[in-house]
């Protein structure tokens, strides 16, 4: 989602976000006065919160829309060649059904329909209109809405996904997006002039990239690749384009046969080192520097070889509704999905399968909720007890208030406020499948101006504040060429206004807890710094006994790390308000 980034003053919103269900940015919003099955859904797959779309993605696209003008720098136009009006004669390879209406698509069955689907999606993401990592179930139109985005961009449509196809688009999506700086930079390197890549269309680059990327980390068969992604290129394109990709892709297979793929040379000053390692590893390079410089440079390359790996999901069981963590393996056996164990008892750790688990209506009937053990770890630190008053500061969607709620085990409070109306409706939503809606309270408002008015007093208050979300970049493959160098200093500005409000809300002898996705010191360990030094009356206290030793810091902090626990990164701080 590349793009000019969305002022920080309006991140009411956490990073963190491995699933969506929805087929463009907006949609949250459109669907977000549907019932239980529109919004539901996209809440128990949001932990964390997702960065809101830097474009607006408008309205769903009509499927009328086949005269327009092609316009060679709108990759959402419908080429010339695969432009449609009234009612043409067609190849057996298409059908016809309802063309020259505005009800029916044209439907081609000749190219690689998922491959036609990923060109479209990476064209979208890279306008800020499509989410990068996203599931469809049967219940949600999204499907729907992600064909008619196909038709207008290509001229025609594809028959719709299966479960198979389905997780073919998003490995391919989310993989070439990871992998797009050094993509890039061979696609770059084999084209005849670098006006060539430059210059190219938008809508040929993704075809290329995708071709790349299934040729070099997925290990497609050769011929399928070239085939397929050619077909798309000529059909899509022109038959022009589609011999580039034929030339380019066969030049690849021929320099990785050979084993002699261009990549940068490390070495030079620490600079170039970081610009080479940049491309190598697929990272933006003020990260790349940033991390050797704080992690060392074995730490950072473990960090960016956990982000490019294919990430772990985390299902947390509903205990609320009844259901233990046998009963939630029991049905994951059922539908064949192989897991793990997690470290918490209340979570089951799986690699694939989440499509099954999302069309066997696991999350819809409330037995359990996707969520990293990172963020069920915060949730240890605020150690939630019957009885209790708590203020969750930046709620939504809500997947530390659902555990926080369970927690209570029906005795006690929780306010969940938001500036975001809608994703607080699809928080409630959630908070009633889960059975929890009796002991949730949402309060829509900016916490800033809530503090400021607001007399209330609150046992514990959580505040979940926006950040960076360099912890979570293995889940959310397109964050890290949506985040630059100077987002930090505007977060930091922002974490500290929302903790100084937040600490109004925290009742004498009270609990204050600051957490983010972030592994980066500037958010986490100097914020609380700070802020004690602003606030004599709150007074740090150690998470011992709270979270397993191991995830504990000298100074008594708690912080997970991708490369040391295999879990999202996260961080925590208990700060205790004095009695006086």
Same mark, same amino acid.
């Given at each position: ?50 960065? /809101? ?39 057996? !390879?298409? @059908? ?6 505005? !009800? ?6 000749? +190219? #690689? ?9 990476? =064209? ?9 990592? =996203? ?21 025609? @449509?594809?028959?719709?996904?299966? %479960? *198979? ?18 993509? %890039? ?19 040929? &680059? ?18 399928? +690749? ?27 297979? $021929?320099?990785?046969?050979? %084993? ?17 390692? #940049?491309?190598?590893? $697929? ?11 704080? =992690? ?45 164990? @997690? ?7 799986? *690699? ?17 909720? +996707? ?5 069920? =770890?915060?949730?240890?630190?605020? %150690? ?39 994703? &607080? ?10 059975? &929890? ?10 916490? *800033? ?22 912890? +979570?970049? #293995? ?29 109004? &809300? ?11 996705? @972030? ?28 979270? /397993? ?14 490369? !040391? ?11 205790? *308000?004095?009695?006086?």
């Amino acid at each position: 989602m590349e793009g000019n980034a969305l002022a920080l003053s309006h991140f009411r919103t956490r990073a963190g976000s491995p699933l969506l269900l929805s087929a463009d940015a907006s949609s949250t919003e459109r669907k977000n006065s549907a019932g239980a099955n529109g919004g539901l859904f996209r809440c128990l797959f949001l932990e964390g919160r997702s960065r /809101p779309s830097r474009y607006d993605a408008g309205a769903p696209p009509s499927r009328a829309g086949r005269g327009r003008v092609w316009k060679r720098d709108d990759p959402e136009a419908s080429p010339r060649r695969a432009g449609i009006s009234g009612v043409p004669k067609l190849d057996p !390879k298409f @059908s016809n059904k309802g063309a020259g209406t505005n !009800k029916a698509p044209i439907i081609n069955f000749e +190219v #690689s329909h998922h491959r036609a689907v990923a060109a479209v999606r990476l =064209l979208r993401a890279d306008k800020g209109k499509a989410f990068v990592d =996203l599931l469809n179930e049967k219940a949600n139109d999204s499907a729907e809405n992600e064909m008619g985005y196909v038709e207008r961009t290509l001229g025609f @449509s594809t028959r719709h996904l299966d %479960d *198979r196809d389905i997780r073919l688009v998003t490995v391919i999506v989310a993989g070439t997006v990871r992998w797009k700086r050094y993509i %890039d930079f061979l696609i770059m390197s084999l084209c005849s002039d670098e006006k060539v890549f430059s210059k190219m269309e938008p809508l040929l &680059l993704q075809i290329l990239r995708i071709g790349f990327f299934e040729i070099l980390k997925l290990n497609v068969p050769a011929y399928a +690749v070239v085939d397929e992604n050619v077909r798309l290129a000529k059909v899509a394109l022109r038959p022009g384009a589609g011999n580039m990709v034929n030339a380019i892709l066969r030049k690849l297979l $021929s320099l990785k046969e050979t %084993d002699s793929l261009p990549l940068p040379k490390i070495e030079g000053d620490d600079r170039a080192q970081a610009r080479a390692l #940049s491309i190598i590893y $697929s990272h933006p390079v003020w990260m790349v520097r940033r991390w050797i410089r704080f =992690l060392g440079k074995e730490e950072a390359l473990k960090l960016m070889d956990w982000n490019n790996s294919d990430p772990y999901f985390s299902l947390r069981v509903n205990t609320t509704n009844g259901y233990t963590r046998d009963d939630l393996i029991n049905r994951l056996e059922d539908l064949q999905v192989h897991y793990e164990k @997690s470290i918490m008892d209340e979570f089951v750790r799986i *690699r694939e399968g989440m499509q099954a688990v999302l069309q066997a209506g696991l999350l819809k009937e409330g037995m359990c909720a +996707v969520q990293d053990e990172s963020a069920g =770890l915060v949730v240890s630190v605020v %150690d939630p007890q019957p009885g209790e008053t708590i203020m969750d500061c930046c709620a939504a969607p809500g997947g530390k208030t659902l555990f926080m709620a369970s927690r209570l085990a029906g005795q006690g409070k929780i306010w969940a406020l938001d500036i975001n109306k809608g994703r &607080l409706r699809i928080l409630m939503e959630a908070a009633k499948c889960h059975s &929890l809606d009796d002991i949730i309270t949402d309060v829509h408002g900016d916490l *800033r101006l809530y503090a400021k008015e607001s007399t209330a007093k609150y046992d514990k208050v959580l505040l979940d504040a926006p950040c960076s979300g360099l912890g +979570v970049l #293995s889940k959310r493959a397109d964050l890290r060429w949506n985040r630059q160098f100077e987002d930090l200093e505007e977060l930091i500005c922002l974490q500290d206004e929302l903790l100084d409000s937040a600490s109004l &809300l925290v009742k004498p002898g009270g609990v204050l807890i600051y957490s983010t996705c @972030s592994i980066d010191h500037e958010e986490n360990e100097n914020r609380i710094t700070a802020f004690v030094q602003r606030h004599p009356e709150f007074i740090l206290q150690g998470v011992h006994g709270y979270v /397993p030793a191991e995830f504990i810091t000298d100074k008594g902090f708690y912080s997970s790390s991708p490369t !040391k626990h295999s879990l999202d990164g996260a961080f925590a701080a208990r700060l205790v *308000r004095s009695l006086h």
